[in-house]
Each structure stands twice: as C-alpha cells, then as structure tokens.
Nanobody
C-alpha cells in the first residue's frame, strides 16, 4: 500500500513537497518514484530513485527544480518541487517496483511503470 500526501494549490514560482509512505511491500530492493497525469495527457514518470544504490532519474522538464529523496527507515519517498510552473499542474502518483536484482533501475521503472501505485494527489499551479 502506498499513501501519498502533500498536494495542493500553489502560485507559480512556489514550492510543494510530496511524500509517499510504503507499507506491506517486502521487496529486498526497489525503485520508487513519482508520476503525473495532466488532463488529456498520458501518465509520465518524472522522478524515481532506487532504494539500494540511491541512483535517481529526472524527467528533463523537472531537472534542476525537483529533488527526490528516500528515507528507507521510514519507507518514505519525498519529492521537493521548487519553482513550480502552471504546466506542472497534474495529479501526482507514487509507485514502487521490485528491483529484481539489477533489472529495474530508477530509469527503467520511471519509463516503463511500477508494480504498485498509490492514489493520486492533486497539484495545481495557478495564480
């Protein structure tokens, strides 16, 4: 089970922090991260991180503005979103995928999708 929180309404240029807590997942290692889906668009992976080596992936459109981090002790992944833009408006979902050794890296998981998903949280960037 994945529980996301932290969405809301923010003005352009503002910041939000999303958190996702994972429970009931017993993978030895996993890739976890955030996707988003805007109205009329497909879901896209924006940032993922691997639990074992800490390697990260960022979509080009969020590089330099978003930062992903993982707290393995709390089974929580956070996404700090800065300098938000109206085009960041979307429903944000967290997901987790079994690493299966070295198969599902953060990049691969963000590109091809996750095994389990949380409910989305709405992020709206508007003045």
């Amino acid at each position: 089970q994945l529980q996301a929180s932290g969405g809301g309404l923010v003005q352009p240029g503002g910041s939000l922090r999303l958190s996702c807590t994972v429970s009931g997942v017993t993978f030895d290692a996993y890739s976890i991260g955030w996707f988003r889906q805007a109205p009329g668009k497909e879901r896209e992976g924006i940032s993922c991180i691997s639990s074992d080596d800490g390697r990260t992936y960022y979509r080009d459109s969020v590089k330099g503005r978003f930062a992903i981090s993982i707290d393995k002790a709390k089974n929580t992944v956070n996404l700090q979103m800065n300098t938000l833009k109206p085009e960041d408006t979307a429903v944000y979902y967290c997901g987790v995928k079994d690493r299966q050794g070295n198969v599902w890296t953060a990049v691969a998981a963000c590109v091809y999708g996750m095994d389990y998903w949380g409910k989305g949280t709405q992020v709206t960037v508007s003045s």
